[in-house]
Structure formats: structure tokens, C-alpha cells
């Protein structure tokens, strides 16, 4: 059965959050809160909790995951990031986008699209999100908490233990999110271009 920790969702408390990596670094599934909605993640290394989330999300390899990152320089090292392009997300980050780049050689390549070899990365502003990728020291490998036959995004962590408690290892409670997933913006060609229209305001890139 999942755990549940109610996190403070603007100081959120030191104790809870290393519990939290603790789990995520054993190869726990986490469900936890973002700026733009709760997403579902875990540990970039391990492969298992990778296909669990497939299973949960019922999602194929063509599926952009995202690495959700501490910073921009955190994002260099697993991206592909030329002087425009980091320019680019200097203007958007923290905040609700996610970035589809060219992934590097340190990104496992089990989480790259099949065929144009990117990766989804993002910056999130959530005092709880960045609390973990600071104590956690590398990104979440992550995916919006959609589940199968649901229109919208799950927004209650009540309600998500009820219906996840068997398949993630912790369910962390931040307050509300939203129903809004990020604007994906795909920078791996140069140009901007809008994938889809989210939270993140897509004027920025000309959208």
C-alpha cells in the first residue's frame, strides 16, 4: 500500500521530502505535485519502476517522458543545448513548458523517442517539486498523472492514493494543481514550435 505525505506546498518540511528520495532511490513510483499538475515519477536509473509507469499510464515507447530538472545547467547535461536554444529557455524557466530536445549520451537511452532520439525536459516552479530534485541531486523521470479512460489529469491526492495505493510507493499530497498540463514547446529542430498548448503562456515562443 502507498505511502502518503501531506507536504507543506510552500515550505515544504526537510524531514518528509528526504523520506520521499529515499523512496524514489530504492526504485519507488512517486506521485507528486508540479506547477502545472500532479505527475507521476521516478528515478532516471531504474528501468522496473520505468515500466511500471508504462503499465499505470498504459503508454508505448513513442511516449515523450520528461526529465524533470533542478535548473537550466541540469538540463545541459542531459539536452543538447546550443547558445539560442538555452536562451530560449532562460525566458521560460522555472515555469509550466516542457522542452523536446536532443537527448546526450547521459540520458538512458531506453527513455529517448525511438526515432528522433529527443527527450522532454522542464524546470518546474513548485517550491515541493524543486525540494525533491535538490535533495534527490538528478532529475525525475516523470509523466502527467493521466490515467487510462480519464479526460483530465487526477488533482486530488485523496483521491489518487484511493486508486493508485497498489501501484505507486508514495503519494505526496501538495495542495492543488490544476487540471492544465505544460505547453510543450520542440526546440530540437531550431525553431520553436508549439506541440501543445498548456499552463505555459506559447506567445513566448511565437505560439
Not at 502518503?4 to 521530502?17: A, K, Y
Not at 495542495?175 to 499552463?199: F, H, Q
Request: net charge negative.
Amino acid at each position: 500500500m502507498a505511502q502518503f505525505f501531506s507536504v507543506h506546498p510552500e515550505t515544504p518540511q526537510p524531514r518528509l521530502i528526504k523520506q520521499a528520495v529515499d523512496v524514489v532511490r530504492k526504485g519507488g513510483v512517486i506521485v507528486y505535485p508540479t506547477d502545472s499538475c500532479y505527475a507521476i515519477g521516478c528515478s532516471l536509473e531504474s528501468k522496473d519502476s520505468l515500466d511500471r509507469i508504462r503499465h499505470i499510464r498504459r503508454l508505448d515507447d513513442k511516449h515523450h517522458f520528461t526529465l524533470v530538472c533542478r535548473d537550466l545547467s541540469q538540463i545541459g547535461t542531459y539536452a543538447k543545448v546550443d547558445n539560442s536554444t538555452y536562451r530560449a529557455l532562460k525566458v521560460a524557466t522555472p515555469g509550466s513548458y516542457t522542452f523536446i530536445l536532443q537527448a546526450t549520451k547521459e540520458t538512458p537511452r531506453r527513455v529517448w523517442h525511438p526515432k528522433k532520439q529527443t527527450i522532454g525536459l522542464r524546470v518546474p516552479h513548485h517550491p515541493v517539486a524543486l525540494a525533491l530534485l535538490e535533495e534527490l541531486g538528478e532529475p525525475l523521470l516523470s509523466s502527467t498523472l493521466l490515467l487510462p479512460g480519464d479526460e483530465d489529469p487526477l488533482t486530488d491526492a485523496w483521491e489518487i492514493r484511493d486508486r493508485l495505493e497498489h501501484d505507486v510507493d508514495l503519494v505526496i499530497e501538495g495542495g492543488y494543481c490544476g487540471l492544465e498540463p505544460t505547453t510543450v514547446v520542440d526546440l530540437s529542430n531550431g525553431a520553436p514550435e508549439i506541440i501543445r498548448v498548456g499552463k505555459g503562456d506559447p506567445s513566448l515562443f511565437g505560439g
